[in-house]
Every structure is written in structure tokens, then in C-alpha cells.
């Protein structure tokens, strides 16, 4: 199993970035994919969900509403669009196979005010 991110960056408040989640090594379209996120000197917070066929997506409160997350089972791959970004929104973001132990390796997302 691997799952890689990209297409973290700086972006300035109110801007948007979109991540990507490439998956590799097991059957993508039959699992819930999620998305997570650290803060520096914060824990790991939950950030959304995608279930397997993309239908019934959830977010937490924090982020509903401005981040959207989409997958492509076709080429197993699961997106995190992010629009009215907040410096709070600073964190290294990952990717993670539902209730499993399948992470990424995280990509950086800076927010400057």
C-alpha cells in the first residue's frame, strides 16, 4: 500500500490550493479515503471523508464549507480542494486508507495572514 500527497504550498489568506492523493497497492474503489492534518505543536485532526464511490463526503466543522474532497477511482486518486484558506489552516496534510494504519507521507500547507 502506498498513498502519496502533493500540491501543498505558501498561499495567502483566502486563497486556495487543491491536494492530491495518489493510492497504490490495493483495491482504491472499495475503501472510504480520508484526509487529516497536523499543526505544528497541535495533534492530528481529522479534516474529511470520502466513501468509496465518492457519494457522501463529511467534513468537520472547521473546514465545512470552504474545503471540498473528491475522488477518481478511475486513476486512484482522492483530491482535498481548499478555498478561503486561513492562517489556522497551516498544517502538514495526509492522506490515510480508512480505519487503517495507511498514511502518507504529508504535505506542508502554509497560510500567511
Known amino acids: 500500500v502506498q498513498l502519496v500527497e502533493s500540491g501543498g504550498g505558501v498561499v495567502q489568506s483566502g486563497g486556495s490550493l487543491r491536494l492530491s492523493c495518489a493510492a497504490s497497492?490495493?483495491?482504491?474503489?472499495?475503501?472510504?479515503m480520508t484526509w487529516w492534518r497536523q499543526a505544528p505543536g497541535k495533534e492530528l485532526e481529522f479534516v474529511g471523508d470520502?466513501?468509496?464511490?465518492?457519494?457522501?463526503?463529511d467534513y468537520s466543522d472547521t473546514v465545512k464549507g470552504r474545503f471540498t474532497i473528491s475522488r477518481d477511482n478511475a486513476k486512484n486518486m482522492v483530491y482535498l480542494q481548499m478555498d478561503n484558506l486561513k492562517p489556522e489552516d497551516t498544517a502538514v496534510y495526509y492522506c490515510?486508507?480508512?480505519?487503517?494504519?495507511?498514511w502518507g507521507q504529508g504535505t506542508q500547507v502554509t497560510v500567511s495572514s
Open positions: 490515510r486508507r480508512s480505519n487503517s494504519n495507511y
Open positions: 470520502i466513501s468509496s464511490d465518492g457519494s457522501m463526503p
Open positions: 497497492g490495493f483495491t482504491f474503489n472499495i475503501y472510504t
